[in-house]
Antibody, heavy 119, light 113 residues
Framework: QVQLQESGPGLVKPSETLSLTCTIS????????WSWVRQPPGQGLEWIAY???????NYNPSLKSRVTISVDTSKNQISLRLSSVTAADTAIYYC?????????????WGQGILVTVSS | DIVMTQSPDSLAVSLGERATINCKSS????????????LAWYQQKPGQPPKPLIY???TRESGVPDRFSGSGSGTDFTLTISSLQAEDVAIYYC??????????FGQGTKLEI
């Protein structure tokens, strides 16, 4: 069974860079598209970016200038970096697998990690 | 962006009754070459990630009870729960995956008993 586990700091200071990792088990990272989706506390869902194992990426235009998504196939991991964070970036960050139906349909999700931006 | 608008924002339905949630997209999510609507529905319970329920607007995910059904085409879609069970209390989101610039979700509909 596919398992996705997000990890990283739960607290980030304003203006700094948020860095998260998603470790994938029970599946090959080379088969599907992998996304990050976030959800501010008590609010809705926002897609951030996706990546394919060959490095093909796509970003939400609203975040593109601050976001980098990357893949490490040797570790079966994807990573997210979000720079110049503010309180508005406080959210639960989910790692999600898309496919095989479509690159934007998310069939498996991690449990999520709450990241708070605060000094 | 394709804006997804759900209605209502919240809904209270009695056990065993029908629940209907609507979702409207700001532009069509029907891809005519394959005649598929790039529209999905998710269920999210407190403290849990979203769970996929329906894709291609009307195809149930494996293991999803048949009381859940999706319908609609183009810009107007509906999620119907035919006979509400206690475990269906959740927030439901629609999502378009027609355009990755960006993929977008509705604001969510809170379903209560």
């Amino acid at each position: 069974q596919v398992q996705l586990q997000e990890s990283g700091p739960g607290l980030v200071k304003p203006s700094e860079t948020l860095s998260l990792t998603c470790t994938i088990s029970g599946d090959s990272i080379s088969t599907y598209y992998w996304s990050w989706v976030r959800q501010p506390p008590g609010q809705g869902l926002e897609w951030i970016a996706y990546i394919y194992y060959n490095g093909n990426t796509n970003y939400n235009p609203s975040l593109k200038s601050r976001v980098t998504i990357s893949v490490d196939t040797s570790k079966n991991q994807i990573s997210l970096r979000l720079s110049s964070v503010t309180a508005a970036d406080t959210a639960i960050y989910y790692c999600a697998r898309a496919g095989p139906v479509a690159t934007g349909y998310f069939t498996f999700w991690g449990q999520g990690i709450l990241v708070t931006v605060s000094s | 962006d394709i804006v997804m608008t759900q209605s209502p924002d919240s809904l209270a339905v009695s056990l065993g009754e029908r629940a209907t949630i609507n979702c409207k997209s700001s532009q069509s999510v029907l891809y005519t070459p394959n005649n598929q609507n790039y529209l999905a529905w998710y269920q999210q319970k407190p403290g849990q990630p979203p769970k996929p329920l329906i894709y291609w607007a009307s195809t149930r995910e494996s293991g999803v009870p048949d009381r859940f059904s999706g319908s609609g085409s183009g810009t107007d879609f509906t999620l119907t729960i035919s006979s509400l069970q206690a475990e269906d209390v959740a927030i439901y989101y629609c999502q378009q995956y027609y355009s990755a610039l960006p993929y977008t979700f509705g604001q969510g509909t809170k379903l209560e008993i």
